[in-house]
């Protein structure tokens, strides 16, 4: 099973060291349970993933990247039923190519608690569209815990839109999906060349020819 680490993961699950409590149904979510938050380093290949970890990172992947997103119940990873329909509807898009599923959780309980969360949610995500017939091989998680959580969140209605797992099409960001460059100018056409500024002082007089 493939997954994506990065070094902001490592040094945040260092942080919070005491005992962090397990989700309600740890034993009962299949092989998401094993799933430690821990994750090994593949692009699948390429800067795909890369890139799209990038952007998750930031908190900034354009809409269009995105496949699905499915929600959970509190303190819970395995994907609902009502969630899963949004994966059925989206499987066609999501087996056409490399996939990063990215999983967040609320602001509420430990950091490093909830880091291991949201790669859990991430894992029964993929976990489900490896069932629809996606390429194990063409997808990883990455886990970011409440790093982009809303934190005036006051309870657990009001952080419901963070309880999530985003699955981002990785392929977007190497087929142009990232800002292009300035084009050249067409071949045979030079450049225009750059406005001259204005010189200050006196207006110049009359040319004599010579």
């Not at 930031?58 to 899963?84: K, L, W």
């Not at 056409?96 to 790669?119: M, R």
């Not at 959580?149 to 839109?161: E, H, L, N, T, V």
């Amino acid at each position: 099973m493939k997954r994506f680490s990065l070094p902001l993961l490592a040094a945040a699950f260092l942080v919070g060291c005491g005992p962090s409590r397990m989700p309600t149904d740890y034993n009962g979510a299949g092989s998401a349970a094993t799933s430690t938050g821990a994750t090994d380093l593949n692009l699948l290949g390429s800067n795909a993933a890369g890139a799209a970890a990038q952007a998750a990172r930031d908190g900034n992947i354009p809409p269009e990247a995105i496949i699905a997103t499915v929600h959970f119940d509190f303190d819970q990873y395995t994907v609902s039923a009502a969630e899963r329909a949004k994966l059925d509807a989206a499987a066609g898009k999501a087996k056409a190519t490399k996939l990063l599923i990215v999983g967040y959780t609320d602001q509420f309980g430990t950091e490093e608690y909830n880091l291991g969360l949201s790669d859990k949610r991430a894992q029964s995500t993929r976990d489900y569209l490896v069932k629809l017939g996606c390429n194990p091989a063409d997808s990883e998680v990455l886990g970011l815990g409440e790093q982009q959580a809303d934190k005036s969140a006051a309870g657990r209605q009001s952080g419901a839109k963070d309880r999530k797992a985003v699955v981002v099409d990785a392929n977007y960001f190497t087929r142009g999906g990232a800002p292009a460059a300035p084009a050249a100018p067409a071949a045979g056409k030079a450049a225009p060349a750059p406005a001259k500024a204005p010189v200050s002082g006196p207006a110049p007089g009359p040319v004599t020819a010579l």
